[in-house]
């Protein structure tokens, strides 16, 4: 059996994991980031991070995957600019690592690494050509073509959540306006909720939710949705017919036509993808129909270290 | 010198051309299609033009380029589908021309012929990868990536047109709502610009068509906005504005920021081009907008031939 580490580095903590080339992970630690002391703190956190999780594991590795946020230099294993990452321009994560343990690092973007894992691990191990959609804070996405990452000219395709369904649509955080993410990012998704709620004041997500903003989050939606709530189901539908306008519109220009669709906002589950394929089905170009599929990711949680630790085993 | 023939197979006419290295057309004819003939007799058709255009120049060729509608299979030479041709399914094309000639027979897709005909003769010829955009009856795309053509799982890729911009905008002809295609292709511009007439009746482009439809073209749109009719330029301007936030989405998902734009409803020129910029700059996410760049297409009128002839110099 051969093994690899992947290391999730987010903004707020590294989970690191030491994980068999089947798919298990064998022991994972968590970190904190310590992001705002800079780069080199951060690197050293991973650096720890690793040496703790091997001392405590004591199995050769065949090398350690990372993936990150921001815009990433495969080949260099440099990432740019990071959200929420303090005085980090171009930092080279993967040398200083490589260095330390001796041991191959292969650097990705946190939503390529994510299509990657489901790749190796999960429900692509089925699909030669997917799109790995993201459906968390963000909406994130990754380009498999004929089971190899699409990275386009400067490594920073698969933005899937910054495609326009409306250019005069609600402001998006990039800038721009009516980007599936102003729609489908969970934070987005509950402003919506929680104002459509004033036209809604007996849907039973206020009764969920005690009225409280905060607790207001998609698994109550959800909650609401399971036990015939109209408006909570009306949410869920609607976003699946503006995903699937979005998809139409990835699958005609690239010819992709298998979704995986994961993170915490695609736990509304089938009533979204019902929806997501319905619409997806009836707006792609004729030729593209018959090969729509949705389908939801199969790694859960712990996606973040197993798609870092498949990025090792993809290459070796 | 080297040369080839290029075939660009059109609904109603075939044009056919010897093509040198250095794209210059040495001869051309065009032939009648009779798709209503069925397959057998349009590819009669090509076989007769090609030999009647070798026997009128005697000069050795590399092979024969065919740029035809419909979604086309490049490996097998098979074309698909192709919009008003009658009893046309699955047609190899490729196959009984190179057995007639003795040549190597290339067959792309029109606008994926148009992208390589930029790519080895216009204004291409500059970039690593960029999008080809043809505004035309229809729009259309072709994707260069690292000087490649990308042609997706089942070569249908690059139909740009068939962007969303508006999920709930107006009905396109391929079935779905608000595509790019229902805003800039030239029918649909057209319409819209004559309903728009009603509202401003005293526009030039009243008088230059002497309100009749037949006479409402690109070309009239074009020379009231040159003469500084508001309108007219209204209509130009926000063209743009959807061209560019289609871009921006096409950019954000495949990372490529360069767009060489044709076809007659690019003749608009400058205060189009302009306006698709100025979108594209301030939609696309913050680390491609230093990238983005928006050019005319260099081959004009005779982009078709020069296209498919382009598809045997980019092999050979």
């Known amino acids: 059996m051969k093994y690899a580490i992947g290391v999730d580095l987010g903004g707020t903590s590294i989970k690191i994991g030491l994980v068999s080339e089947d798919g298990k992970i064998v022991k994972k630690i968590f970190v904190d980031t310590e992001a705002s002391g800079g780069p080199r703190k951060v690197i050293c956190n991973i650096k720890n991070g ?3 999780l091997l001392s ?5 590795i065949q090398g350690i995957g990372i993936g990150c946020p921001g815009v990433v230099n495969p080949q260099k294993g440099i990432v740019e600019n990071p959200p929420n990452f303090y005085n980090w321009k171009k930092v080279n994560v993967g040398r200083p690592l ?8 292969f650097v990705e973007n946190d939503a390529n690494a994510a299509a990657i894992g489901e790749l190796i691990f999960g429900n692509g191990k089925k699909y030669h050509s997917f799109v790995m959609v993201t459906l968390g804070t963000g909406v994130g ?3 498999i073509i004929k089971r190899k990452l699409y990275h386009g000219d400067f490594s920073a395709a698969g933005e899937i959540g910054h495609i326009t369904i409306d250019h005069n649509g609600p402001k998006c955080n990039c ?6 993410e102003a729609y489908a990012g969970s934070n987005y998704l509950r402003k919506r909720v929680w104002d459509g709620l004033k036209q809604h004041p007996r849907s039973l997500i206020n009764k969920l939710i005690e009225k409280n903003y905060d607790h207001l989050t998609p698994r109550k939606i959800k909650e ?3 036990k015939g709530d109209k408006f909570a189901i009306s949410i869920i539908e ?3 017919v503006k995903l699937g306008a979005a998809f139409a519109s990835v699958s005609n220009l690239i010819d992709v036509s298998t979704y995986i669709v994961g993170g915490g906002v695609a736990g509304f589950g089938k009533p979204l993808f019902n929806s997501i394929q319905k619409t997806f089905s009836s707006r792609v170009l004729k030729s593209l129909q018959p090969r729509v599929k949705v389908v ?3 790694l859960k949680n712990e996606a973040g270290i197993k798609g870092a630790s498949a990025l090792v085993f993809n290459e070796t």
Chains 1, 2 share one sequence.
């Open 141 to 143: 996405g990754g380009i």
């Open 224 to 226: 609401a949705a399971d």
């Open 50 to 52: 690793v040496h703790q």
């Open 56 to 60: 405590e594991i004591n199995l050769p």
């Open 175 to 180: 800038g721009s306006f009516g980007c599936i």
């Open 98 to 105: 490589s260095m330390e343990f001796e041991k191959d690092v």
């Open 296 to 298: 939801a990711a199969q």
């Open 238 to 240: 609607d976003l699946g």
